[in-house]
T-cell receptor, first 115, second 114 residues
Framework: GAGVSQSPRYKVAKRGQDVALRCDPISGHVSLFWYQQALGQGPEFLTYFQNEAQLDKSGLPSDRFFAERPEGSVSTLKIQRTQQEDSAVYLC?????????????FGPGTRLTVL | AQSVTQLDSQVPVFEEAPVELRCNYSSSVSVYLFWYVQYPNQGLQLLLKYLSGSTLVESINGFEAEFNKSQTSFHLRKPSVHISDTAEYFCAVSLNNAGNMLTFGGGTRLMVKP
């Protein structure tokens, strides 16, 4: 596709359920980022991949959050035993290469609501 | 650690009026500065960026921002706004590291009224 895609666009989960959010980056993009955007706030960094290597996961809020990118393309963010405070929009971004000069292209996000 | 402050959560303005969206940052090292725009039901899009060189940077749709190192600011301006500029605007910074992680401000909702 022409841009970053994310699925599902909307997800409603009951507290305690596990969820998996998918990100398809732009083809050939080396770097992939996950951000969490709570209602009324700016996005906050969660984790970063360069190809299949997870180089930074300092933003993951707890060990219930897990991200993978096994083949260096599609990435999945998994949240185990969801809590109400996990409700947010989860944004994925990709860039062609690593480094500060590279523009990040964002997907439309997945809005997660935990009841 | 770096941080970004956008003091105005909402800015209402009439069409064809000028606007300024304020952004201040704090960092102990050099940063690179960005403005992203989010139109309703769309993803974040890069509006403009400052990496080095001229402190005044411009976008293709008439916005401009000026990097002021002494005031640690990167305010966004447009001399005459359109209805179509209604959106959420986010200021962000990145450190000079391989990760290119972005730190965002809380966002400013620009509401252009006819």
């Amino acid at each position: 596709g022409a841009g970053v895609s994310q699925s599902p666009r909307y997800k409603v989960a009951k507290r305690g359920q596990d969820v998996a959010l998918r990100c398809d980056p732009i083809s050939g993009h080396v770097s992939l980022f996950w951000y969490q955007q709570a209602l009324g706030q700016g996005p906050e960094f969660l984790t970063y991949f360069q190809n299949e290597a997870q180089l930074d996961k300092s933003g993951l809020p707890s060990d219930r959050f897990f991200a993978e990118r096994p083949e260096g393309s599609v990435s999945t963010l998994k949240i185990q035993r969801t809590q109400q405070e996990d409700s947010a929009v989860y944004l994925c971004a990709s860039s062609r290469m690593s480094g500060y000069l590279q523009e990040q292209f964002f997907g439309p996000g997945t809005r997660l609501t935990v009841l | 650690a770096q941080s970004v402050t956008q003091l105005d959560s909402q800015v209402p303005v009439f069409e064809e009026a000028p606007v300024e969206l304020r952004c201040n940052y704090s960092s102990s090292v050099s940063v690179y500065l960005f403005w992203y725009v989010q139109y309703p039901n769309q993803g974040l899009q890069l509006l403009l960026k400052y990496l080095s060189g001229s402190t005044l940077v411009e976008s293709i749709n008439g916005f401009e921002a000026e990097f002021n190192k002494s005031q640690t600011s990167f305010h966004l301006r447009k001399p005459s706004v359109h209805i179509s500029d209604t959106a959420e605007y986010f200021c962000a910074v990145s450190l000079n590291n391989a990760g290119n992680m972005l730190t965002f401000g809380g966002g400013t909702r620009l509401m252009v009224k006819p």
